[in-house]
């Protein structure tokens, strides 16, 4: 795993596409039968970019405090955002935008030192042969949906054979031409990795450019986990990355005014970084390409927030298992540094359990203030309770960091129940 991934904590997930025009649903729209296939792909005629500035969305997610950002190359309606070769569904040959969309993506990111990320769908709902075998095992009653599979009978192996040297060669595009740092694949579920060849898959981006960092969506491969929508209680062991939605649409949906609020995605990044993961934040530019000002007055909201805490954020590690705080938390990278995410005014005091070793200061982040603090109890190696007493005059109105010096490395009791 690439260093950079572990310790980005924030990137920005950018699901922009021809379903900006009408503000449907992104190629769901069209497989559930909300809109004709056809009323959706008319779309392609109004997708023009006309007010899309590059660098303005790279500033953007400079402030947001992003270090990577996610584009969607090609969603499962199958239309690319570069000049692809392998077919002409793209909006450089089908579109009014008639321009390659992700090499100034790319460079505007570059240029600012952020990492480039591109999704792309595994599968192809528009693609002549991409509905042309079942999944393993898919029960022959089943005539499942059209644009995803064959009726009983109608297979036809080499036709999926056909699809898969389709599938190939706009990866190879993708990374012969943009060398991305991330690829986050999508839409695995509708074969079994056999069908898909994802070993096969694997060991072409490897040979073709090692240091790209891969999704766990490359089923049995990637490199990460993906959850989706909601902070995992119990966090994935290794590397992850919670994507998240700023309002419930990842495309832009004018009529979908239900944005969290910036305290609500700051619990949200605290409880996904207090378990070592990233927050991939998304959010869904208009047509024209401009981010939606509601969801751009988050992300600066976000920003902010992050800069005054920086420490807590940057270059730290998952903090306490469950029982110790009441709370997310962070441990720097020398773990002599606690950080004690509040969300809530406290009743007069938080209290730390089971840590070994002595407090020498507390403060809070950002302001700087000390926190009166005091351990109370204990027993043998049994450690006593830390009692912090935070005052109302030191909560920040998004979240409050207490940052706990310690007298050494974290040393934590985990108390064994007896039989």
Known sequence: MQPWFTDGKLGIFLH??????????????????????????????????????????????????????????KHHDGVALWDTQASDLSVVQRTPAARDLITPYVDALRRRGL???????????????????????????????????P?????????????????RAQVRELLGLFQPDLLWFDG?????????????????????????????????????????????????????????????????????????SPRQLVRVFA????GGGNLLLAVGPKADGTIPPEQAERLEALGEWIAGHRPAVRDTVRGLPH????????????RRTL????????NEYVVLRGVRNAVRSARVLGSGTDVRHERVGGLGEVPGWEYLYVTDD???????????ELDGELDLYREHTRD
């Open 271 to 274: 409880e996904t970084v207090g």
């Open 16 to 73: 922009w596409g021809i379903y900006s025009v009408d503000g449907v649903a992104e190629s769901w729209s069209f497989f559930n039968g909300q809109v004709p296939y056809d009323t959706y792909m008319a779309q392609l005629d109004g997708f023009d970019a006309q007010k899309w500035d590059p660098d303005a969305w790279a500033d953007l997610f400079v402030e947001a405090g992003a270090a990577y950002a996610v584009l969607t190359a």
């Open 339 to 346: 950080y004690l995410f509040l969300f809530d005014r406290p």
């Open 151 to 167: 009726a009983v009978g109608d297979e036809s192996p080499e036709r999926w054979d056909a699809f898969l040297a389709f599938h």
């Open 323 to 334: 029982g110790h705080f009441y709370g997310p938390s962070t441990l720097s990278a020398d």
């Open 188 to 260: 695995e579920w509708e074969r079994s990795p056999e069908q898909w060849r994802m070993a096969e898959l694997a060991e072409l981006i490897a040979e073709l450019s090692p240091h790209t960092v891969v999704n766990g969506r490359l089923t049995g491969h990637g490199d990460y986990a993906t959850p989706e929508q909601g902070v995992p209680v119990e966090p994935p062991k290794g590397p992850w990355e919670l994507c998240l939605t700023v309002n419930d649409s990842w495309g832009y949906q004018p009529q979908d005014d239900h944005h969290k």
């Open 115 to 149: 990492k480039v990320g591109l999704y792309y769908s595994h599968l192809d709902w528009s693609h002549p042969d991409y509905a042309t075998v079942r999944p393993d095992g898919q029960d022959p009653d089943d005539r499942g949906n059209p644009y995803s599979m």
């Open 394 to 404: 030191q909560l920040d109105p998004l979240c409050t960091i207490v940052a706990l």
